[in-house]
């Protein structure tokens, strides 16, 4: 019975060899029962075939039985113990009562106490490793080695027998009707080397090694069965591979004659007369690639040939193995006409590849060149106007770098036509007797040609770049000025503010205000030269827009609100120095009435100081409260209002001192009482 007959009952695992033993060495049987019935005809089947694995000698030991009843009824349990009375390939340890052998009712954590855990599964708390579908895949690939390796040898056997004849004639017949078995012998064998290497390592069960024990052993598996069997097969194959070794050499000899004579006709012929005809490089990619896909269909119809070659020199090479010596002289001699033939003509498909593939390469690069030069021409022709100086430096750096790209496709250009005239020179030595000086001729002066006509745009290019950089340049620097000038205007613009807003002191003394009024010219000096610097940057402009030809985008912009803002300044910076040498006289006369000058009476007394005094600083206070009024109507004060005012207290409050002094001096009696 074999198990791919019975392959779905095994599958349910009705019963199993786990490769566990009891401690009398005798195999363990599990039969698991589960909670659907059990099919007693089938388990029947599953014993029949699991007993009939081991040898005679396992099964003279006996069996142990486990019948796992946990998740079953007891009627089927009694049914599988009844059905086991009537197998007869048990022997039972411990022969009694009716049913000829002993029954012991257990649970699954007791049956420690007659079998050793390690021999038992994980589902009775054991450790013995068991892989129900591996054991059974591995049982499979043991019964198809056994079944093809007896078919093998018989057939083997038949062939090998039927050379071993006599009669010339008949052992040919029989070589050529059995000449090829059913399987494949190496397969066979690699299968039953394979099949042993298992069965030796003891992993028949899927285990990886460790102690537990296999059911695949010498004692369910006979290892001695396999290396029968492997013995006898490598024994009848290698008388095989000689017979089949002699009919073959025999037959290659004949064929090899045969070959080689065809192939050197072809090439010494056909194959000559195709290169002897193409010698052309083309003048442009496209007939560059014609050449080069005719070139592969002659590589193609050649290949075919040396295709013949090689196989026909493996051929000779296995036979000069041989040694045989009747042959050793012709096959040598075949081997060096053959080698010689097809080495000059792979050879010459070489050169002529190499040169084709360097003329596409060079008309590659010049196609590329002359694109370059097309793009870097129209950039040149058109005329840009570019919005600001950055945009000029984007375009002259984009000219810069498509002519250095230009300088290395035309070293490139230069370095594949060299290359390219070179392998023409050699052309020669392959021409078969042909002159192809003219042929040679039209492809070097092509050359030639496209290199100078490149060398002659290229310097075309370079000019017109030349010119464009220097008028560029130029724009940038028109650009930069008409920036520098727009700034000059920002710059005046805050000077002004600055101006107004935080020069409103006029100083508490005459000495601080003098200060202040040295420190505001030089800041008018300032203001003064960056007007300057304005001026100077729009007239530069000018210069540069006659030179480009063109109008400047702030000479009607720029220069006006230069002068409008630097008018302002003007008139702002005057009423400050006024303000300043107004603040300067009244600081001054107070400061000498204010002093005690016991020594020039008379001139504390003069009245008309005291009254100079009072119409200055009147005039001062009606002053701060005057704003700059500008040549287009609008005005502007100095500072806040409350800076105003701080500014007019502190004036106010001298004013004070003075008048206090001036009533002093008229009633010093009264003054003197009241103090």
Not at 36 to 51: A, H, I, P, R
Request: proline share 3%; aromatic share 6%; glycine share 6%.
């Amino acid at each position: 019975m074999e198990a791919s007959v019975i392959l779905p009952i095994l599958k349910k695992k009705l019963a199993f060899l786990s490769g566990g033993k009891d401690r009398r060495s005798g195999l363990i049987l599990t039969i698991p029962l589960c909670l659907e019935q059990t099919n007693m005809d089938e388990l029947s089947v599953t014993l029949d075939y699991l007993l009939s694995i081991p040898s005679e000698k396992c099964k003279a030991r006996g069996f142990t039985v486990i019948v796992d009843g946990r998740k079953s009824q007891w009627n089927v349990v009694k049914t599988v113990v009844l059905m086991l009375q009537k197998v007869t390939h048990f022997c039972f340890w411990k022969e009694k009562d009716r049913l000829g052998f002993e029954v012991i009712l257990v649970s699954a954590n007791k049956l420690t106490r007659y079998i050793e855990p390690c021999q038992l599964t994980e589902d009775f708390g054991g450790s013995l490793t068991y892989d129900h579908m591996d054991w059974l895949n591995k049982r499979l690939v043991f019964e198809k080695f056994t079944k093809e390796s007896t078919s093998l040898l018989d057939e083997l056997a038949l062939i090998n027998n039927g050379s071993d004849k006599g009669n010339q004639q008949e052992k040919e017949r029989s070589v050529d009707l059995n000449f090829l078995p059913s399987v494949d012998p190496e397969t066979v064998l690699q299968t039953g080397h394979e099949l042993l290497s298992e069965l030796q390592q003891r992993r028949f069960n899927g285990s990886d090694g460790g102690v537990s024990w296999s059911p695949m052993d010498d004692e369910l598996l006979a290892q001695p069965q396999v290396m029968k069997l492997l013995d006898s097969l490598r024994e009848q194959y290698t008388r095989y591979q000689e017979v089949c070794r002699q009919r073959s050499k025999r037959t290659q000899l004949e064929e090899i004659q045969q070959k080689v004579m065809q192939v050197v006709n072809w090439l010494e012929g056909p194959g000559s007369e195709q290169l002897r005809a193409q010698w052309g490089i083309g003048d442009s990619i496209r007939a560059s690639q014609a050449l080069q896909q005719k070139h592969e269909e002659i590589e193609s119809q050649h290949s075919e040939w040396f295709a013949v070659y090689v196989e026909l020199n493996q051929q000779i090479a296995a036979l000069l193995n041989a040694g045989d010596e009747e042959d050793l002289v012709e096959l040598k001699s075949l081997q060096q006409q053959l080698s010689d033939v097809c080495y000059r003509q792979a050879s010459q498909l070489e050169f002529r590849q190499n040169l084709l593939q360097a003329a596409l390469e060079f008309h590659g690069v010049a196609q590329d060149l002359s694109q370059q030069l097309d793009g870097l021409l129209g950039m040149l022709c058109v005329d840009v106007a570019p919005a600001d100086g950055a945009s000029i430096q984007q375009t002259l750096k984009l000219l810069e770098e498509k002519l250095k790209s230009v300088d290395v496709g035309l070293q490139g250009l230069r370095e594949k036509g060299q290359g390219l005239l070179d392998q023409i020179s050699n052309q020669a030595s392959w021409a078969y007797g042909k002159d192809v000086t003219i042929e040679n001729k039209e492809n070097v002066d092509h050359i030639q040609g496209v290199m100078e006509d490149m060398q002659l745009r290229k310097q075309r290019c370079e000019d017109m770049v030349d010119v464009r950089r220097l008028k560029m340049l130029q724009m940038v620097q028109l650009f930069k000025c008409e920036e520098d000038a727009a700034q000059a205007v920002e710059w005046l613009s805050e000077l002004l503010d600055a101006l107004l807003k935080t020069h409103i002191r006029l100083g508490d003394d005459a000495q601080e205000t003098k200060v202040l009024l040295e420190k505001h010219r030089k800041f008018v000096d300032v203001a003064q030269s960056t007007y300057d610097y304005g001026r100077q940057l729009l007239q530069a402009t000018v210069v540069l827009c006659q030179s480009l030809r063109c109008t400047s985008r702030s000479s009607g912009d720029t220069l006006p609100r230069l002068n409008r803002v630097w008018k302002q300044f003007t008139i702002a910076s005057e009423e400050r120095v006024h303000r300043l040498e107004m603040a300067i006289a009244f600081h001054s006369n107070a400061e000498k009435i204010l002093q005690d000058c016991p020594e020039e009476p008379e001139a504390i007394n003069d009245e008309e100081q005291f009254d100079e005094i009072e119409a200055v600083g009147k005039s001062l206070l009606d002053r701060l409260t005057v704003p700059v009024v500008y040549p287009d109507g609008t005005e502007q004060y100095f500072g806040s209002p409350s800076d105003m005012a701080s500014t007019a207290e502190h004036i106010r409050d001298r004013m004070k001192l003075v008048s206090l002094k001036r009533q002093q001096l008229r009633h010093p009696e009264m003054m003197t009482t009241e103090s």
